[in-house]
């Protein structure tokens, strides 16, 4: 039994200021706070004592962990007391503080009996808890001798002092209680001694040392199993610690490297500190770590914490911006990070990969702050964080001989009967530690040592003893030789993951045997209170566990883990889809691991698209290797072709070709029209970025005649997007107008309908319209352009960047609208809104319709501005392989700045190539107009001859390109390039004729882009 005695610092001046009244108050708030931590951990709160707690663990429910719990206990009531304090501070100018004393000791049973508990029952062990609690500093908590020993291995404690009790002139022995570490190693055993590796810990000593100064580093430590990587890092971790360093920790695992997030989601909950902690505590915690932060990257934050709120909706943002926003997170939160810190990665080639990139990035702010990250792998790793610029690497070489040798002389001992045997240990093992250790486990639990650990004797005839010949070989060995039960424990451990409890294990019908597991070195216990937690000892010994049972016995288990996952936490199904589904499939379950992988896949679309493709792929994987008479079957591998196809233009991966083709069989051969025109809108999608227009027009002409055959709302206005996008470019209006009129119609009014590609289909077909209709020279555009844009503000950054591209790059650049003030801010807000969201296409988008704008306006300033971020634009759509329509049109108007600029000679053929190759297909595209205006001013403000006649060749191009009757657009830039050319010709009655009619046909068509130009000409 332990004994927890808390007292308040100096009650009685605290009394003499806010009378006797308002202490009790906050003696109250005291208890209250106390009571919730003492009964959290197992404990019962015994008495108040006026101004101090008493509190019992172990009795009257016997508890074998009762000092590790009181030390919990204490801990969490200093953290309470100090967390009031701030309050009494505020509110009464007083300085509130507890101290904490702890005492362990046998208590007869019968004494405590089963009422309320006496405190005279238990006199003396409180008298001893009490005197602790007066020798303790102030908001310190101090433990005797016999509360020290109990959990020496669990918890960090201070020196040894010797401390003057009140009242006697005995000085007793205390120690101070300074943390209780949670983690793997916190119930760790004594280890022998590190033997070599100097350099190494020099080495890393010394890169903590300018970590703390501020100069944060990356050091990887990298060598074959059981080489000595997560020593070497305890180590490390240990020696930071002694320097007030605080360690965060997280380990990658074999069967969780497909769950994305799985490991930076560990890493900053332990980071943040809520772990253990509920929603809404939680929550509290992450807002008063990073105060600043904008509250939607917060809500981002939670989620990938797993402690949002569920009531709360997730901002809708496309999953690239998801990533960027919370690394931006994260890296302003370590820049603003003052206190230095150890981040450890153990074991990263387990990683997930999505961890693996933002981790990756992560790392690239380290060298401005006060950290440390480790990393471990085994050699076979060669992912990102192996090669980590500016990181140190460590390679781990086996020990030395001699080294080896100092090591197994160290676990046997130095009787001399273990020489030879300890020879042969040392030459087996060839260097690595942790077989030497195994080998001696093995040799002990084979009897063929007798005694204590570094105290052995050797019974047997050295020449007979036969050790196993690989370090798997010899844990293997061990495990055979447990009892069944204990086996059973193991193998149904090693199934669940490196870290699991005594409920989880029970759970699976699981009669858990520990104690000899515990024993015997497979696993260390690392969680006293509540529900006990393990971890295996090393990651080889489950391997190993996990590998020696039958595969229809791990396969039962995985089942059963599943089960219990999923009834464990139902809230939280969705985030462990990706579990679940390793789970079942390991179990041979394979239709139902393709379900979890499809949920983590939707749920992973919002958040990471990487994951989303991974589960999706591994989902058509399954799929594909179910029977042939499954009836399942084909739809099963529709579904995620389905979605991988219709992802591809956003994640610029290629769907047409065999990928396409594939799915068509699969869909024609089903039935499945509604799949095959996912597929489609996405094909479509590609080729007008692949700035193959003529082939998207007709793809898009079937894709259109594939989804009205299909007569489903929902889907006709998500999908309708593309073929709109593909004939807006091929100017062909009369379809456009015709499939915006449908999308419109079929939207009634919802902006949200069929958003599952756009946020808001209905806004951009508005758009799309408002085009259509002013090329056309119908009327009510004005209005589609009005509410389009107003349903855009409200929409995700991607459908709100499409609307203004439509709107105002097509606008500007077509003479229908002006760039003027209102304009502009109205780009350079869709602007912020996609650099902070940081989607891919949106931003480019934005960046390219501010930058047309600018270069339209009348300040050389803003001119040159709009030219540097047309040239970058079009440097992003080549990289990135979309857009590539828009390329000629971005090049051509930066060029034309260029000409301004005076650089004629340079820009024209630039803009000649972008004309041309507007017109290369043989139809007019949709920047054919803009690009031919360009081209003519230009030439015509060179003025050469052969400059004149290449400008009326362009003219006559324009005017012979097919296209749809009635196409008002084209006839108005016509007026305007022929009167230019008039002019320069020198022919004036001609020029001022035409002059007359552009003005005119401007303001009857109210486009006030040409409206301006035409009252420029003189
Ligand atoms: N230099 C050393 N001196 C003494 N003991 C060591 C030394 N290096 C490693 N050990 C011991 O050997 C065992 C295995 O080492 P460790 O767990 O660090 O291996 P590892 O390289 O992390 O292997 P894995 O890749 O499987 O994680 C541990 O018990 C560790 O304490
Ligand atoms: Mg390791």
């Known amino acids: 039994m332990t004994v927890l005695f808390a007292d308040v610092v100096h009650s009685m001046d605290i009394a003499a200021t806010v009378g006797p009244e308002r202490l009790r108050e906050i003696m109250a708030g005291l208890v209250d706070r106390a009571a919730a931590v003492v009964k959290r951990y197992g404990g019962t709160l015994d008495k108040f004592t006026g101004d101090g707690i008493m509190a019992l663990f172990g009795a009257p429910v016997a508890l074998e962990d009762h000092a590790v719990r009181a030390c919990l206990a204490a801990l969490g009531v200093q953290e309470e007391a100090k967390r009031l304090a701030v309050d009494v501070q505020e509110r009464d100018g007083v300085d509130l503080q507890l101290r904490v004393g702890l005492n362990s000791g046998q208590v007869i049973a019968g004494e405590i009996g089963s009422g309320p508990l006496g405190y005279t029952a238990v006199g003396e062990q409180v008298g001893i808890a009490q005197r602790m609690e007066s020798v303790a500093p102030p908001g310190g908590v101090m433990?005797?001798?016999?509360?020290?020993?109990?959990?020496?291995g669990a918890a960090t404690l201070g020196e040894v002092e010797r401390v003057r009790i009140k009242d006697t002139d005995h000085p007793a022995r205390a120690q101070r209680l300074l943390g209780v570490p949670e983690g793997r190693h916190a119930a760790r055993r004594a280890e022998s001694n590190l033997v070599g590796r100097r350099w190494e810990m020099a080495a890393v000593e010394g890169v903590l040392g300018r970590a703390i100064d501020g100069h944060g580093a990356v050091v990887t430590v990298v060598g074959s199993p059981g080489i000595g990587k997560s020593r070497l890092v305890r180590e490390v971790a240990a020696l930071a610690a002694g320097r007030g360093v605080e360690v965060f920790s997280a380990y990658c695992e074999s069967h969780t490297s497909d769950i994305p997030f799985h490991v930076v989601a560990r890493l900053l909950r332990a980071d943040t500190g809520v772990r253990g902690l509920d929603g809404p505590a939680a929550r509290d915690r992450v807002r008063s770590r990073v105060p600043d932060a904008d509250p939607e990257d917060l809500l981002l934050f939670d989620d990938l914490l797993g402690i949002a709120d569920p009531e709360v909706e997730l901002p809708k943002i496309n999953p690239d911006a998801r990533r960027r926003r919370l690394t931006a997170l994260v890296n302003a939160a370590s820049l603003a990070r003052q206190v230095p810190a150890v981040y450890v990665i153990e074991d990263a080639h387990w990683i997930d990969e999505v961890s693996e990139s933002m981790l990756a990035e992560f790392f690239a702010v380290i060298p401005q702050t006060p950290s440390l990250v480790l990393v471990t792998y085994r050699p076979e790793y060669q992912g990102a964080l192996s090669w980590v610029s500016g990181a140190q690497t460590i390679a781990l070489a086996p020990l030395s001989d001699s080294e080896?040798?100092?090591?197994?002389?160290?676990l046997l001992g130095s009787d001399p009967s273990v020489g030879a045997l300890g020879q042969k240990i040392a030459e087996r093992a060839a260097g690595n530690p942790f077989f030497a250790e195994e080998m001696v486990r093995d040799l002990a639990e084979r009897g063929v040592f007798r005694g204590?650990?570094?105290?052995?004797?050797?019974?047997?005839?050295?020449?007979?003893?036969?050790v196993p010949a690989t370090l798997q070989a010899t844990i293997a060995a061990r495990i055979d030789r447990l009892d069944p039960a204990a086996k059973r424990t193991l193998s149904a451990a090693a199934v669940i993951g490196s870290r699991f409890s005594r409920e989880l294990l029970e759970t699976l019908g699981i009669d858990p045997v520990l104690e000899s597991l515990v024993g015997g070195e497979f696993i260390d216990q690392i969680r006293f209170t509540g529900d006990p937690e393990y971890v295996f000892h090393h990651p080889l010994i489950r391997t190993v566990a996990y590998e020696a049972q039958l595969k229809s016995d791990r396969a039962e288990l995985h089942r059963r883990v599943a089960a219990a996952i999923e009834s464990h936490d139902p809230a939280a199904a969705e985030e462990n889809a990706a579990l679940m589904a390793e789970h079942?499939?390991?179990?041979?379950?394979?239709?139902?691991?393709?379900g979890w992988h499809m949920r983590a896949a939707t749920w992973a679309t919002n958040r990471d698209i990487t994951a989303a493709r991974l589960s999706w792929e591994r989902a058509q994987t399954i799929a594909d290797t179910l029977p042939a008479e499954d009836p399942d079957r084909a739809a099963m591998r529709i579904a995620p072709r389905t979605m991988l196809c219709g992802i591809g233009w956003r994640v610029h991966v290629n769907v047409a070709g065999a990928r396409f083709d594939e799915l068509r069989e699969l869909c024609t051969a089903a039935g499945d029209k509604a799949s095959l025109a996912i597929a489609m809108a996405a094909l479509v999608m590609e080729t007008v970025f692949q700035d193959r227009i003529r082939e998207a027009s007709q793809l898009a002409s079937e894709a259109m005649a594939l989804i009205e055959s299909i007569g489903d709302p929902t889907l006709t206005v998500g999908l309708c997007f593309a073929p709109i996008h593909a004939k807006v470019h091929s100017s062909e209006w009369s379809d456009v107008l015709r499939v915006s009129q449908k999308v419109i119609d079929l939207a009634a009014g919802d902006p949200s309908k069929g958003n599952f590609i756009f946020g808001s289909p209905l806004a951009v077909a508005l758009m799309s319209?408002?085009?259509g209709r002013y090329c056309l020279g119908r009327p009510g555009w004005r209005d589609d352009l009005r509410h389009g844009l107003l349903m855009g503000r409200s929409a995700d950054p991607l459908s709100y960047a499409r609307v203004v591209t439509y709107g105002y790059f097509a606008g500007i650049l077509y003479g229908v609208l002006r760039p003027d003030d209102g304009a502009v801010g109205e780009i350079e807000g869709a602007l912020?809104?996609?650099e902070r969201s940081s989607d891919d296409i949106a931003l480019a988008l934005a960046r390219m319709t501010l930058g047309a704008a600018l270069v339209h306006r009348h300040t050389e300033t803003e001119r040159d501005q709009g030219h540097k971020l047309l040239s970058e634009v079009s440097g992003v759509f080549l990289r990135q392989g979309h857009n590539l329509p828009e390329v000629p049109i971005v090049d051509a108007c930066a060029a034309r700045q260029r000409a301004r600029r005076g650089d004629r000679d340079e820009a024209i053929p630039l803009i000649r190539a972008a004309a041309d190759h507007l017109f290369c297909e043989g139809l007019l595209q949709i920047w054919g107009v803009p690009a031919t205006g360009v081209l003519v001013e230009t030439l015509l403000d060179r003025g050469d001859d052969s400059d004149v006649a290449e400008a009326e060749a362009a003219i006559e191009r324009l005017a012979a390109a097919p296209a749809d009757e009635g196409l008002v657009i084209r006839e108005i830039w016509l007026l305007r390039l022929r009167a230019l050319l008039a002019r320069a010709h020198g022919d004036g009655a001609a020029y001022a004729h035409l002059r007359d009619r552009y003005r005119d046909m401007a303001t009857s068509l109210g486009f006030e882009g040409h409206i301006a130009w035409a009252e420029a000409m003189p």
């Open 143 to 152: 433990l005797s001798t016999s509360t020290a020993r109990l959990v020496e």
């Open 404 to 410: 080896t040798a100092a090591l197994v002389c160290e």
């Open 452 to 466: 204590n650990r570094s105290a052995y004797e050797v019974t047997a005839d050295v020449g007979e003893v036969g």
């Open 584 to 594: 079942l499939e390991a179990a041979g379950d394979g239709h139902a691991a393709y």
């Open 769 to 771: 319209r408002a085009i």
């Open 832 to 834: 912020r809104i996609a």
